[in-house]
Structure formats: structure tokens, C-alpha cells
């Protein structure tokens, strides 16, 4: 079994069989005067979001790449490991892949969490191998690949080579990022309010890295000075606009990890250009203007949101290519 432990959403791969589980990385956990219990996990949870009463809290325990939360990551784990695990396979052999800014404490208690749920044997690889892996970059060879998977809490930008990460980084700055600054700029030029929900859909519908549509789209909000609900017409003007500052931060550590990959291996990159991961990878136009500021050819991986758990899945199948990219805590 392979994991795709990602800030947003897990994914599951099982040998042979694909990706079969596909759930948001949320939880919701009621306080019943004091005593917290789980309610619901994944799909479910997430439906939650932002419309729970006082006593349930809707949890991303991952949200910032980093475990916020270890106890309910555990059972995060342990409920999506039991969902597809039924009765079919027993202790399971689990290759987990986590974010390369994560401490040495997170990726034990994520192998613990998996341990605990019943695995017999836990590893860990490295989210950028697993998404070049995914990819199909020939990340094995003495040439430069770059992977830069925008999730929803973590961008991870990595240089590798020979089965190795070369440069890697991990900014707090991925599509959750994106959302909060479409509510931001939605109540700076419209006084609307609306909350991250309707900013994602906004995001995934009519986000932009470049506009070129002229079409406008309709947001419903609450109006900041009456009060009351209003609608207003949104273009990709304004979705670009409301992007920017994000979009330039991402060009620049871009540009940062060019700067600090050697010079041989940059050479490699001028060739082989960068390859977009994540679902980040999904906005419109993202390739063509990290293209422009970069002066690197920009590839979109196939199918971009499972394209790390396809990688894992891989590396699970093909233990003896790829057993040097893998760790054990
Ligand atoms: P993670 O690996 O951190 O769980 P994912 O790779 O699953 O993250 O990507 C989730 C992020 O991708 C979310 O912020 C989501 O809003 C964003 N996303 C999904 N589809 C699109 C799209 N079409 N355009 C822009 N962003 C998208
Ligand atoms: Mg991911």
C-alpha cells in the first residue's frame, strides 16, 4: 500500500490496483464537554468546513506541511488505511510519502501512526521523488529534473539527480495561500465578504495566472457595509490581479533554487525544463507565466493531483530501481 499524505488530500494506492481512495485531509472532531472524539474523516469532514456549530471542529491536522495535530493525523490514517484495507490484506507493507521540510519527530510519528493502524512495515519517500517518479522524469540518471508540486499548504520546489534530491524547498505558500488571497481581495475591491470555500471554487473555475477569458463570473458574498448577502461579477482580470503576489513569490524560488543548483546540472534544466505537480499545477495559465519569468520550458505532469501517489505507488512496485530512495525511521 502507498500513501499520499498531502496537506489537502490523501490518496491511496493499492499494488496493482491504482489509486483507490481519494479523500480531503480533514477531520472533524466533536468536544463533548471535554472529551474529543472523531466524527467524521475525509469526503465527509470536509463538508464541514466552515459550517460547524460551537461544539465540532472540522481539522486539515496537515495543513502547513507540517503536523499541527499528531493525534488526529493518527486516526486520519488509521480510519483511510482501514477503509481500503478491509479484510484483503493483512499488515500491510505501507510506503508513505511526506513533505521534505518535515522534521525527523513528524516522519516518526507518521511511521508510528501507520504501525499503530497495522502495518507491518513502514517507509517513507520523499514528496518530490515521488512526484518525478510520477511524472516519469528519469530521476534515477546523472541529469537534472525539476519538480515543483504546488499543493494546498506546501510548495515543494526540488532539484534532483541521481536518485537524489540536489536542492529542495518547501514554502508555506501553495493553493490554501491562493484561496485566502481571493477573500482578501474580494473584500479590498468589492466589499465582500466570503469565506475559503467559495474562494477555491472561484480559484478552480476562473483563477488565473495570465488573463485572457473575458467572460465574468458571478460571487456571492455578504456586503461589509449593509451586511447583507449581495452578488457581484467577477472577471480573470481580477482573479489575476488577486494571484499575483502569490505567483511572484513562487517565480522566486524558482529562480532561488536555479541559483543554487550546480552549474552542470542547471545546464540539464535549460534543456529539460521544469515539471508542474500538484494541483496548483491546474490554474490556468500557471505554465506559460512561470514559463515567461523564468526563461525555463514548464511541462504540466499528467493528471497533476495524483501524480505523487501514482509516484509512490511506483516506488512500491519497483522496490529494487528505486530502494535507495526510500527511509525507514
Ligand atoms: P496536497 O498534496 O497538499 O494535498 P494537492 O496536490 O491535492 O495538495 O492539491 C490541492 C490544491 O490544489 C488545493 O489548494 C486545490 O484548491 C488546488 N486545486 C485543485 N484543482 C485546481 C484547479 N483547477 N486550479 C487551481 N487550483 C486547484
Ligand atoms: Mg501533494
Not at 491536522?61 to 486516526?75: H, K, S, W, Y
Not at 480510519?79 to 510506503?95: C, Y
Not at 489575476?240 to 522566486?252: C, G, H, P, R, S
Given at each position: 500500500?502507498?500513501?499520499?499524505?498531502?496537506?489537502?488530500?490523501?490518496?491511496?494506492?493499492?499494488?496493482g490496483?491504482?489509486?483507490?481512495?481519494?479523500?480531503?485531509?480533514?477531520v472533524?472532531?466533536?468536544d463533548?464537554?471535554g472529551?474529543?472524539?472523531?466524527?467524521?474523516?475525509?469526503?465527509?469532514?470536509?463538508?464541514?468546513?466552515?459550517r460547524?456549530?460551537?461544539?465540532?471542529?472540522?481539522?486539515?491536522?496537515?495543513?502547513?506541511?507540517?503536523?499541527?495535530?499528531?493525534?488526529?493525523?493518527?486516526?486520519?490514517?488509521?480510519?483511510?488505511?482501514?477503509?481500503?484495507?478491509?479484510?484483503?490484506?493483512?499488515?500491510?507493507?505501507?510506503?508513505?510519502?511526506?513533505?521534505?521540510?518535515?522534521?525527523?519527530?513528524?516522519?516518526?510519528?507518521?511511521?508510528?501512526?501507520?504501525?499503530?493502524a497495522?502495518?507491518?512495515?513502514?517507509?517513507?519517500?520523499?514528496?518530490?521523488?515521488?512526484?518525478?517518479?510520477?511524472?516519469?522524469?528519469?530521476?534515477?540518471?546523472?541529469?537534472?529534473?525539476?519538480?515543483?508540486?504546488?499543493?494546498?499548504?506546501?510548495?515543494?520546489?526540488?532539484?534532483?539527480?541521481?536518485?537524489?534530491?540536489?536542492?529542495?524547498?518547501?514554502?508555506?505558500?501553495?493553493?490554501?495561500?491562493?484561496?485566502?488571497?481571493i477573500?482578501?481581495?474580494?473584500?479590498?475591491?468589492?466589499?465582500?465578504?466570503?469565506?475559503?470555500?467559495?474562494?477555491?471554487?472561484?480559484?478552480?473555475?476562473?483563477?488565473?495566472?495570465?488573463?485572457?477569458?473575458?467572460?465574468?463570473?458571478?460571487?456571492k458574498?455578504?456586503?461589509?457595509?449593509?451586511?447583507?448577502?449581495?452578488?457581484?461579477?467577477?472577471?480573470?482580470?481580477?482573479?489575476?490581479?488577486?494571484?499575483?503576489?502569490?505567483?511572484?513569490?513562487?517565480?522566486?524560488?524558482?529562480?532561488?533554487?536555479?541559483?543554487?543548483?550546480?552549474?552542470?546540472?542547471?545546464?540539464?534544466?535549460?534543456?529539460?525544463?521544469?515539471?508542474?505537480?500538484?494541483?496548483?499545477?491546474?490554474?490556468?495559465?500557471?505554465?506559460?507565466?512561470?514559463?515567461?519569468?523564468?526563461?525555463?520550458?514548464?511541462?504540466?505532469?499528467?493528471?497533476?493531483?495524483?501524480?505523487?501517489?501514482?509516484?509512490?505507488?511506483?516506488?512500491?512496485?519497483?522496490e529494487?530501481?528505486?530502494?535507495?530512495?526510500?527511509?525507514?525511521?
Amino acid at each position: 500500500m502507498a500513501i499520499d499524505l498531502g496537506t489537502a488530500n490523501t490518496l491511496v494506492v493499492l499494488k496493482g490496483k491504482g489509486v483507490v481512495l481519494n479523500e480531503p485531509s480533514v477531520v472533524a472532531v466533536v468536544d463533548n464537554k471535554g472529551k474529543k472524539s472523531v466524527l467524521a474523516v475525509g469526503d465527509e469532514a470536509k463538508t464541514m468546513l466552515g459550517r460547524t456549530p460551537g461544539n465540532i471542529q472540522a481539522i486539515r491536522p496537515l495543513r502547513d506541511g507540517v503536523i499541527a495535530d499528531f493525534i488526529v493525523t493518527e486516526e486520519m490514517i488509521k480510519h483511510f488505511i482501514k477503509k481500503v484495507h478491509k479484510k484483503t490484506l493483512a499488515n500491510p507493507r505501507i510506503l508513505i510519502c511526506v513533505p521534505t521540510g518535515s522534521t525527523p519527530v513528524e516522519r516518526k510519528a507518521i511511521q508510528d501512526s501507520a504501525l499503530a493502524a497495522g502495518a507491518r512495515r513502514v517507509q517513507l519517500i520523499e514528496e518530490p521523488i515521488a512526484a518525478a517518479i510520477g511524472a516519469g522524469l528519469p530521476i534515477s540518471e546523472a541529469t537534472g529534473s525539476m519538480i515543483v508540486d504546488i499543493g494546498g499548504g506546501t510548495s515543494e520546489i526540488a532539484v534532483m539527480s541521481l536518485g537524489g534530491l540536489v536542492y529542495s524547498k518547501s514554502l508555506r505558500v501553495a493553493g490554501d495561500a491562493m484561496d485566502t488571497a481571493i477573500v482578501n481581495y474580494m473584500r479590498k475591491e468589492y466589499n465582500l465578504l466570503i469565506g475559503d470555500t467559495t474562494a477555491e471554487k472561484i480559484k478552480k473555475e476562473m483563477g488565473t495566472a495570465i488573463p485572457t477569458g473575458t467572460n465574468t463570473y458571478p460571487v456571492k458574498g455578504r456586503d461589509l457595509r449593509s451586511g447583507t448577502p449581495k452578488e457581484v461579477n467577477i472577471t480573470e482580470e481580477d482573479t489575476a490581479e488577486a494571484l499575483n503576489d502569490i505567483l511572484k513569490e513562487m517565480v522566486n524560488a524558482i529562480k532561488d533554487a536555479l541559483e543554487n543548483t550546480p552549474p552542470e546540472l542547471s545546464a540539464d534544466l535549460v534543456d529539460m525544463g521544469l515539471t508542474l505537480t500538484g494541483g496548483g499545477a491546474l490554474l490556468k495559465n500557471i505554465d506559460k507565466r512561470f514559463s515567461k519569468e523564468t526563461g525555463l520550458p514548464v511541462h504540466v505532469a499528467d493528471d497533476p493531483l495524483s501524480c505523487v501517489a501514482v509516484g509512490t505507488g511506483k516506488a512500491l512496485d519497483q522496490e529494487e530501481t528505486f530502494s535507495t530512495m526510500l527511509s525507514e525511521y
